[in-house]
């Protein structure tokens, strides 16, 4: 695990000291704004103890904010549970994950109270961490501890334990303590801490992640694990988007993540976590999995177990039919232990072992029954989980060099085993070709895109070892981003949406705003969107997952005053047809559906359809325009139209209108003087360089910018050397 350390000076301390003074302040301040009805609607789906009380202990110990009231409770369902049960198929391989990062804000309010009182907080400091990652265009987080191996003696294959917890009150924040049920045969996290890095998995609406109803001294959370309440269930069910399917493909991001970081890697699931291990297992193909209490070929039996799962998965849970996980696990080289314990699982199972007997046969299972209670079994089961997994070779492959227009990718095969080793690549699923490695790693070019994996590995000693995960390889033929369109919020900020290409996402947009370097992230190229402020923005560069670099350097500006200025119409004709003047607004009103207007000191309105709408014969005041979230920006400009085949005529003293804008070679000038004079157009760059000078006429003019370099260009007009009084035009050659 790299850049994870504690932060321990006193002028750190100091600064927590203040931020948890000034918290406390603001928590005294905190009244709840809950009606009546929607009290007694929480106080039946509210009802377990939060992980810790901030009253007590004040800090930053949420993600969350507080539900205040029903509406706002369902629209933060809405924001966290997006996943049907669908797309849990070939999750693992179309997601994509991002870097694992501390929950600064949690973690210093943890690390405080564990300062003044070891048995305070987690145990340890700065143990919360969380982890974007994106799944068929939709961006999601998932969270977890970690604490770090504490064994500096261990061997050269670094291991990575996950648990995922059973259900309970708080049984994330037990686990990450050693209290509670979970540890009753000793402190699991911190005994396996001695075999590797350890991490815990924390469930939506728990521990941290907890939806809180904040009642005057006594804050409780939303009674997520079982019994999940009905109407949150329902809910969900209606949805397609259930509780248990939304956790599933959590873990299985945490998976992906520490299969990218670890060359072992072993999820623990306990009780209700080992539904999610065992179906996490197919998709990820971890290197051990141990299934505790969680799993029993009498789940096809067991109809009050169905009902409880069925809630929570939805009809993904009948994917956990015997034949169904007996098959998955015969095709996998994963490396399985399951238990029971005597006196708190199913009596048949540990009585008369029928999954095991069911499973006879399978070369890659094994099973624990001796010890008493529903829990994880003792440290022996997992150290004997551990030795099993490292008599096989682990195998990555990583990507080393990507070009961006050659169809061609160097990656790096990794093992940790006893070497030489022995092993094929697949291509599609078909023999691609034999290979031997002298050592621990070997490097190979691919030329043709398609699925790419390492099968049939054998050690030195013959012993067979795991397969590698799916490498999918896409060239990164022309990648490029483009801004395809710009709108309006309610508060005048901009939102720009772009359309990425190239290889896969995400990709990282590298940029600067007047001046000063930033970046943004996006994990899928369809449409992304993101609000910018006014200012002059210069995209220098795109980089895409295939780490493929393109140098850009386009220059966009956002300026919220564009609904404001005459720069209203790119074009207006009379319309023949309809006996009207056609109005043609500028691309930057595309989406927006009413125009608000006097004509000739009467109110009116007009509706807007593919930005364009028509007028009569009148004088016009536009004062407003309105978008699909209804919000209206003020116009001022004024107009008189003829309502006949004649030029329009405007009452400022001069106007001007180009478009389109951002634009290639060339682009239309409408000018429109107060007599029929010949001015003369200047262009400059944004150093205040003359690059260009064109004779214009009044009326439409067509300027063609070849030779120029893209970049921001301003415009400007002259009459005989004295300026007109036009608004400058800031244009953007692409």
């Known amino acids: 695990m790299q850049n994870i350390s504690p932060k321990q000076s006193v002028g750190y301390r100091l600064k927590i000291l ?70 849990f198929y070939g999750a693992y391989d179309n997601m994509h994950v991002g870097n694992l990062y501390p929950l600064d804000s949690i973690n210093a309010s943890l690390n405080y109270y564990y300062s003044l009182d070891k048995s305070h907080g987690y145990k340890q400091t700065n143990p919360v961490f969380g982890l974007p990652f994106s799944l068929n265009g939709k961006n999601s987080s998932t969270y977890c501890t970690y604490t770090p191996a504490t064994n500096s003696s261990l061997s050269k294959c670094n291991t990575a334990v996950l648990f995922i917890t059973g259900s309970g009150t708080n049984n994330g924040t037990e686990m990450v303590r050693g209290d509670g049920y979970q540890n009753s045969y000793g402190f699991m996290k911190d005994s396996l801490a001695t075999l590797g890095d350890v991490y815990i998995a924390i469930r939506p609406l728990i521990d941290f992640r907890a939806f809180v109803w904040d009642k005057k001294d006594n804050p409780v959370a939303l009674n997520s694990e079982f019994p999940i309440p009905n109407q ?71 109809s009050i177990n169905n009902d409880y799962q069925l809630g929570s998965f939805g009809p993904l849970f009948y994917a956990l039919n015997r034949d169904s996980v007996k098959r998955n696990i015969s095709k996998s080289t994963t490396e399985f232990l399951f238990s029971w314990g005597r006196g708190g699982d199913i009596t048949e199972e540990t009585n008369l072992h029928y999954t095991e007997n069911y499973f006879s046969g399978l070369n ?159 994990y899928t190229g369809d449409r992304p969107e993101f609000s910018w402020p006014d200012g002059t923005y210069i995209i220098d560069s795109i980089n895409n997952y295939g780490n ?22 790119s074009f207006i004709f009379f319309n023949a047809g309809s006996a009207k003047e056609q109005m043609i607004l500028q691309a930057g009103f595309n989406g927006y559906k009413k125009i608000f207007f006097t004509k000739n000191g009467i ?85 205040g360089k003359k690059v260009k000078s064109f004779e214009i006429e009044n009326g439409s003019n067509t300027i063609n910018m070849e030779g120029v370099k893209k970049g921001m260009y301003i415009l400007k007009i002259r009459y005989k050397g004295k300026g007109y009084s036009f608004d400058t035009l800031k244009m953007i050659m692409l």
């Open 232 to 302: 949150i269930t329902s809910y969900l069910l209606a949805r397609e988007t259930p509780y248990g399917v939304n956790c599933l493909i959590e873990s299985i991001a945490i998976v992906k993540y520490l299969k990218s970081k670890y060359q072992k890697v072993i999820i623990a699931g306990l009780s209700y976590g080992g539904i999610y291990t065992t179906l996490n297992t197919f998709e990820s193909a971890p290197e051990g999995a141990l299934i505790s209490g969680g799993y029993t070929i009498t789940v096809d039996e067991t």
């Open 548 to 569: 493929c670099m393109k140098y850009i350097n386009d220059t966009i500006v956002v300026d919220s005053k564009i609904s404001q200025s005459e720069k209203l119409f």
């Open 18 to 87: 203040l931020i948890l003074a000034l918290i406390v302040s603001r928590h005294q301040n905190i009244v709840a704004q809950t009606s009546y009805n929607d009290s007694l609607y929480f106080e039946t789906v509210f009802q377990t103890p939060v992980y810790i009380n901030y009253y007590l202990f004040p800090g930053k110990l949420y993600i969350h904010p507080f539900v205040q009231t029903r509406a706002g409770l369902f629209d933060s369902l809405n924001s966290i549970m997006k996943f049907a049960g669908q797309e």
């Open 603 to 687: 109110i009116d309105s007009a509706d807007i359809e593919n930005n364009m709408f028509l007028l009569s014969g009148g004088t016009y005041q536009f004062t407003g325009v309105m978008n699909d979230s209804n919000c209206i920006f003020p116009l001022n400009t004024r107009i008189i139209l003829a309502g006949d085949s004649s030029q329009l005529t405007i009452s400022n003293p001069a106007v001007m209108s180009a478009y389109p804008n951002p634009f290639a070679k060339q682009f239309n000038l409408l000018i429109e003087l107060p007599s029929n004079q010949h001015p003369v157009l200047d262009i400059f760059n944004v150093s």
């Open 364 to 522: 890659n299972t094994q099973y624990f029954y001796d010890y008493a209670n529903h829990t994880y079994p003792p440290f022996s089961a997992f150290k004997n989980l551990l030795d099993r997994v490292n008599i096989h070779t682990s195998v990555r492959i990583q990507e080393i060099e990507k070009t961006c227009n050659p169809a061609s990718v160097k990656i790096m095969i990794s093992f940790c085993g006893q070497k030489p080793y022995r092993f094929d690549i697949y291509k599609d699923s078909l023999l691609y070709g034999s290979y031997t490695s002298a050592g621990d790693n070997f490097q190979a070019t691919f030329n043709d895109p398609g699925v790419y994996k390492v099968k049939n590995l054998f050690d030195a000693n013959n012993v067979p070892g795991y397969n590698s995960d799916n490498y999918i390889f896409k060239p990164n033929n022309d990648i490029d981003i483009k801004l395809s369109r710009q709108k309006w919020n309610c508060n005048m900020t901009q939102d720009n949406v772009f359309k990425l290409t190239g290889g896969d996402g995400p990709w990282d947009i590298y940029y600067r705003k007047n001046g000063t370097p930033a970046s943004v992230i996006f």
